[in-house]
């Protein structure tokens, strides 16, 4: 926890403005980004301003949208992070292998976020791009990460939220996905199919440091036949599961 006089909560605010952008709301007035960010219309409208008079926002007078500017940040995580630059010549190898689309993903808060991918341009989903956030809840990564937390943790992140439907196939109540993550804990893999996205398939497995802690997930999108038992236990997983032991000395 940081105390109090440490914190800085214009800084927080106008972070809180810009996260609110997103593939659902991709131009926001002073309204619709006061509602986003928890904040008065008054307060928004000056932290837009500000924004787009440092070059991460533009706008047109009464919208704004991001630039270009924003993406130094994820450029400089991609650049400087261990995890995406260890990770990157194994999933080369296993799409060039496969002719299938892999992603590496980290949990960061209710959602994941790609940090590395590789796979034919026909295979990358819309929604499933570098840098994506997608619902921890309805993906095969998401599942992965979530039993890799302390049961009691897991139990705290669990009460309370509101699951949201995305497709019909997606499990949106408490004890359903509580059971899902505890066969995903017994098992140490996951398979996905149409809960986040129609039309994407998906198995994932843990990524392991040394000493055993996890720090990602890596998946692979594919065929719903590919992910029908056994095939899945005889093709993909244990491809999926010698590339995490391949990658585990570099994390």
């Not at 301003?49 to 400089?76: I, N, Q």
């Not at 960061?108 to 809840?137: F, K, M, N």
Request: glycine share 6%; proline share 5%; net charge positive.
């Amino acid at each position: 926890m940081i105390a109090r006089a440490d914190f800085i909560e214009g800084m927080a605010k106008g972070l809180a403005v810009l996260e609110s952008f997103d593939t659902e709301r991709q131009r926001l007035n002073a309204t619709l980004a006061a509602q986003r960010a928890g904040l008065t219309r008054a307060a928004a409208r000056r932290h837009l301003l500000t924004l787009a008079h440092l070059g991460y926002l533009e706008t047109d007078g009464s919208w704004f949208w991001l630039a270009p500017k924003v993406l130094r940040f994820s450029g400089s995580y991609l650049a400087s992070s261990r995890l995406p630059r260890a990770v990157q010549p194994t999933l080369d190898r296993l799409a060039a292998h496969t002719g299938e689309a892999f992603s590496v993903v980290v949990l960061d808060g209710d959602q994941v976020v790609i940090v590395a991918r590789s796979g034919p341009t026909r295979l990358l989903a819309y929604g499933l791009h570098l840098g994506a956030r997608l619902p921890a809840h309805a993906t095969s990564t998401g599942r992965v990460l979530l039993a890799a937390k302390p049961k009691t943790a897991f139990t705290a992140w669990l009460k309370g939220r509101e699951l949201q439907r995305l497709t019909a196939c997606t499990t949106t109540d408490a004890r359903g996905l509580r059971a899902i993550v505890e066969q995903v804990r017994q098992q140490d893999w996951c398979v996905a199919s149409e809960e986040h996205e129609v039309g994407v398939h998906a198995l994932a497995v843990p990524l392991r440091t040394m000493e055993g802690a996890v720090v990602a997930a890596l998946n692979v999108v594919t065929r719903p036949e590919r992910l029908r038992p056994p095939a899945v236990e005889r093709d993909l997983l244990p491809l999926l599961q010698d590339a995490a032991r391949q990658v585990r000395p570099l994390l």
